[in-house]
């Protein structure tokens, strides 16, 4: 018989790449996991790892067991699922993943209710990127993410992951008291042309947002500066460093010396969802959760 926490195990090395990464990934010891990989291959009198070079890869038995155990212990989940629905129970633990803004402005306020109405649930919290928290959900490390997508920029959700949207965000240009344009009703991207930006770094989706929004204009967005936290946009922009780009979900109130100016052609839009597995769809956890982050 397979052991099912060993194939967990398994699987968290092909996922994260070591078996140092998956025990920090699972909360073990490496040599714990070496010893639950080993039970498995006693199991199966197949070898499943290999070394390569200083590191380990499956072997082709290791990846057929990986992909054949995925499907199982999504019927494994499946069934822990429809158990808690019959008995309508709200309780358990669950990781939850989002982004910085919607931590602030919508994760944090509605769990602390959460867990008041249902003290039985355990839920843990990280912040992470969107593409990121899509993978995570994706490869059972997280239950419940929280993503959003800009405009047009695509956000590729995987088959078995169901979405429900939560809600919709607008983002303003944000300049310093002083500056020109800050008696402007609105701004469109050619007003902006010659501005310095204070930007996430390349490869978010707001830095792609923001270089989209500049089509039509022949030119880019000139970054004067990069910050990951638009907390820290705020505090560059009152220095008089340059404009930002930033989402009214959790941003702190404006001070005096800042001014929210309405984008326009386009209006930066992004669609806030929450994405969990198909194989959780009637646990009465995630469905609580869900629920909770899409009340209005």
Do not use: N
């Not at 100016?261 to 597995?277: E, M, N, S, Y």
Request: glycine share 6%; with cysteine.
């Amino acid at each position: 018989m397979i052991d099912l926490a060993a194939l967990v195990s398994l699987r968290a090395v092909d996922i994260h790449g070591s078996v140092v990464a998956a025990a920090d990934a699972l909360g073990f010891t490496p040599s714990a996991i070496s010893q639950q990989v080993k039970r498995l291959e006693r199991q199966t009198s197949v070898p499943l790892l290999e070394r390569v070079g200083r590191g380990v890869m499956l072997t082709r038995e290791g990846r057929r067991l990986v992909e054949a155990g995925a499907r199982l212990l999504a019927d494994l989940e499946s069934l822990e699922s429809e158990l808690h629905h019959q008995a309508e129970a709200v309780a358990g633990r669950l990781r939850i993943t989002a982004f910085s803004t919607a931590m602030r402005g919508l994760v944090a306020p509605r769990v602390r209710d959460l867990q008041r109405t249902h003290p039985a649930l355990e839920l843990t919290l990280t912040e992470r990127e969107p593409w990121d928290t899509i993978e995570l959900v994706a490869t059972g490390q997280a239950d419940v993410g929280v993503a959003h997508s800009w405009g047009d920029v695509p956000l590729a959700i995987p088959d078995h992951l169901s979405t429900t949207s939560l809600a919709d965000d607008v983002a303003d240009v944000v300049v310093h008291a002083s500056h020109p344009l800050a008696t402007y009703a609105s701004v469109s991207p050619r007003d902006l042309v010659d501005e310095g930006w204070i930007a996430t770094p390349e490869g978010t989706i707001c830095r792609e947002w923001l270089s989209r929004m500049y089509q039509g204009t022949g030119r880019q967005p000139l970054i004067a500066h990069v910050s990951m936290e638009f907390q820290s946009h705020l505090a560059l922009v009152r220095a008089g460093l340059g404009i930002a780009l930033v989402p009214r979900l959790g941003r702190e109130e404006l001070t005096e010396d800042l001014v929210a100016l309405k984008a326009r052609d386009p209006v930066p839009t992004r669609d806030i969802v929450a994405v969990h597995r198909r194989s959780m769809a009637v646990s009465p956890a995630v469905q609580a959760v869900v629920a909770a982050l899409s009340s209005r």
